[in-house]
């Protein structure tokens, strides 16, 4: 039973392309977020949305566009794909923000490589 | 944004011996969170600390919240092969916005 799944996996993409990631959470949370994790291992936040309303957006280039269909989902599509773009992005999720305890669940993340 | 400081960046160490690794911020948290992350995967959640010299335990591993609230630290007990990895830690300051630390590299001679 997979908590915070995201697809692809791998993704491997030429310098201008546009492409997409998804990501799904079947724990029930209201929130939801974006990570890139770069090649020294710093995660990094980038987007956060609670029941599908963005509440967090850190200084993400706007090739990045998050979309939130529902709650359980939080998909990434970036446009015109640079170099620097190359990194491994988490998707995670956190319940409500009104609980007292604040936790945080990711996915297994997504490899995106920018040839 | 916030800045949390992790230490030590790598660890080398026996196969039995106990590991201590720490996190300091200049700012006041709410939560701090401490994550394992092996090569390919996401960070895995280890143990959550909510209250100002909170002291808790998942088997082997024991983390603290510092009484200042502007740390803590992680402590493993007796450590085996499977606790190589990446160990991150993670505060919480408002709105489910958590700030990452560095990471500490954990390797394991057997």
């Known amino acids: 039973d997979t908590a915070v799944s995201q697809t692809p996996k791998y993704l491997v993409t030429q310098m201008g392309n546009d492409k997409s990631i998804k990501c799904e959470q079947n724990l029930g949370h209201d929130t939801m977020y974006w990570y890139k994790q770069d090649s020294k291992k710093f995660l990094k936040i980038m987007f956060s949305?609670?029941?599908?309303?963005?509440?967090i957006n850190e200084t993400v280039p706007n090739r990045f566009s998050p979309k939130s269909p529902d709650k359980a989902h939080l998909n990434l599509h970036i446009n015109s794909l640079e170099l620097g773009d190359s990194a491994v992005y988490f998707c995670?999720?956190?319940?409500?923000?009104?609980?007292?305890?604040?936790?945080?669940?990711f996915g297994p993340g997504t490899r995106l490589t920018v040839l | 944004g916030q800045q949390l400081n992790q230490s030590p960046q790598s660890m080398f160490i026996q196969e039995g011996e106990d590991v201590s690794m720490n996190c300091t911020s200049s700012?006041?948290?709410?939560?701090w969170l401490w994550y394992k992350q092996d090569p390919g995967e996401g960070p895995v959640l280890l143990i959550a600390?909510?209250?100002?010299?909170e002291l808790t335990s998942n088997g082997r591993l024991t983390a603290q919240f510092g009484i200042t609230r502007k740390d803590s630290f992680l402590n493993i007990s007796a450590s085996i092969p499977s606790d190589v990895g990446i160990y991150f830690c993670?505060?919480?300051?408002?709105?489910?916005?958590?700030?990452f630390g560095s990471g500490t590299k954990l390797n394991v001679k057997p």
């Open positions: 993670a505060g919480q300051l408002y709105f489910n916005k958590f700030y």
């Open positions: 600390l909510y209250k100002a010299g």
């Open positions: 995670a999720s956190s319940p409500t923000l009104l609980a007292g305890h604040h936790t945080q669940y």
């Open positions: 700012s006041i948290f709410n939560t």
């Open positions: 949305y609670n029941n599908k309303e963005l509440i």
